[in-house]
């Protein structure tokens, strides 16, 4: 690694030391940038890469609620807006007990590359709470989310920084939280937040759009080996709104989810999750308990393997980790680079460990996509969606799913095209990186020293 790039890595070493998951996103992405900080002496020069694995500011806030049974809870709640050079801050909000800070940090860091990725107007910012949604009753979550609003109102607006759903957080608790944004600020600001209800200024495709988005992306990548996604059979982990899309739009063009995960083990159908039958019941199965996947097994009369991930079966063409950071392991990566399988697309925020992510990239019989890319398509439509609120229109879903598949191709190619610039060929982990990097590098340049 390049001097300046080591020196950089070293200081986030020291700084995050307690963050682990920040360092080793850092780590990714630097991975990729030593020929473009070779090209570039003025980056070195202004010690821009210390500026940007830096946040713009972080908030912490104390989120306090009351239980059905009376009992008094504290959480803690964190906005990040980690870099705002090409647009608001943008980003999910996640609520999940694991949550502290090094995660919201590594989230907002890969939110400032993605949403660059997407060509539109929008900056890196991520939020969240170690609120642990599980269990809790409608009335339990509501009070939560307005107790969380009470305190993000204030760091937050539609030209500010626009928060959105992650893991723990969908059309019901941004729903409350807009009401309660609402309610505080007095103003109809429904720019404010993305992923909203239908009937107050959500819109049609952006649950289904990091699903779909992903599926568009890897039809280019499967262009570009001469080969198509007819007949295709994808494992992919989780069954949440990212699983479900990339489910539904495979099934529609003609390809197969045979493999799909959840907490409590894989589900192996090998008809596929393709009739509207099995794809309302995973609807279903995850609105009463998004904890276990064997109900489907069970249901449809297919093998469940307890306590188990599907990497490494055989009998599939492509891999999609869609379920959470650091699914994918370097024993995992080892059994999939066994069995055969070429695409590895990754789908989940850093679902795949450095150490396994580089071993797979090195397979020469396999060609690995970055989740900051695959996935952009979840924030893109959330950015469109901003653009409707702004116009007070309503676009239909036809309109935003031609605008998302657009992008998704676009994404690919500026990926394909950034590699190939810098001699490396077919690279679209580095490409989508360096791609990511240089409208934000060039955007913060351009606007000064800060
Ligand atoms: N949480 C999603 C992501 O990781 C979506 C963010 C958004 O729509 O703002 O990109």
Redesign the pocket.
């Given at each position: 690694m390049n001097a300046y790039l080591a020196s950089v890595l070293e200081n986030v070493k020291t700084k995050h030391a307690g963050e682990p998951e920040f360092v080793q996103t850092v780590e990714e992405v630097f991975s990729s940038l030593e020929p473009v900080i070779e090209k570039h002496p003025e980056y070195e020069k202004y010690d821009l890469l210390n500026r940007m694995v830096e946040p713009d500011r972080m908030f912490t806030f104390r989120v306090v609620w009351e239980d059905d049974n009376g009992k008094w809870h504290t959480n803690r709640g964190w906005r990040c807006q980690f870099n705002g050079a090409i647009g608001p801050y943008?980003?999910?909000l996640r609520f999940q007990k694991n949550v502290y800070e090094g995660i919201i940090k590594f989230?907002g860091f890969e939110?400032t590359f993605?949403n660059s990725l997407t060509g539109l107007p929008i900056g890196g910012g991520k939020g969240g709470s170690d609120f642990d949604p599980a269990g809790k009753s409608d009335a339990e979550v509501m009070r939560f989310c307005q107790a969380f609003m009470s305190a993000l109102y204030r760091y937050i607006g539609p030209d500010v920084d626009?928060?959105?759903?992650?893991m723990g957080v969908g059309g019901r608790e941004i729903g409350y939280l807009f009401g309660q944004y609402r309610r505080l600020k007095g103003v109809w600001e429904n720019g404010v937040l993305?992923?909203k209800g239908l009937s107050y200024g959500g819109s049609l495709i952006r649950p289904e759009a990091?699903g779909y988005g992903a599926i568009y992306y890897l039809c280019e990548v499967l262009k570009h080996e001469n080969d198509s996604i007819e007949g295709k059979r994808i494992a992919t982990s989780g069954y949440g709104n990212v699983a479900w899309g990339i489910m539904k739009k495979a099934a529609e063009l003609g390809a197969k989810v045979t493999y799909f995960s959840g907490p409590d083990g894989y589900v192996h159908d090998p008809d596929g999750v393709i009739t509207e039958e099995k794809l309302n019941y995973i609807l279903e199965m995850r609105a009463t308990d998004p904890m276990h996947c064997k109900p489907y097994a069970d249901h449809f009369g297919c093998e469940f393997v307890e306590g188990a991930k599907p990497w490494g079966a055989t009998d599939v063409d492509i891999i999609m980790p869609a379920a959470t950071q650091n699914d994918v392991t370097m024993e995992s990566a080892e059994k999939i680079a066994a069995s055969g399988v070429k695409y590895y697309i990754e789908v989940a925020?850093m679902p795949t460990t450095n150490d396994a992510l580089n071993f797979l990239r090195a397979q020469k019989h396999m060609i690995v996509a970055p989740s900051k890319a695959v996935?952009?398509g979840?924030?893109g439509v959330?950015a469109l969606e901003m653009s409707q609120n702004s116009e007070r229109l309503v676009w239909t879903a036809e309109e935003v799913d031609a605008q998302l598949k657009k992008m998704m191709i676009n994404i690919h190619k500026v990926s394909a095209e950034a590699a190939e610039q810098y001699g490396l060929g077919y690279d679209l982990v580095a490409g989508g990186n360096i791609a990511g990097f240089l409208k934000v590098a060039e955007a913060m340049l351009e606007q000064g020293c800060f």
């Open positions: 943008k980003g999910g989230l939110q993605k626009v928060p959105a759903g992650d993305t992923g990091t925020n996935n952009a979840g924030v959330s």
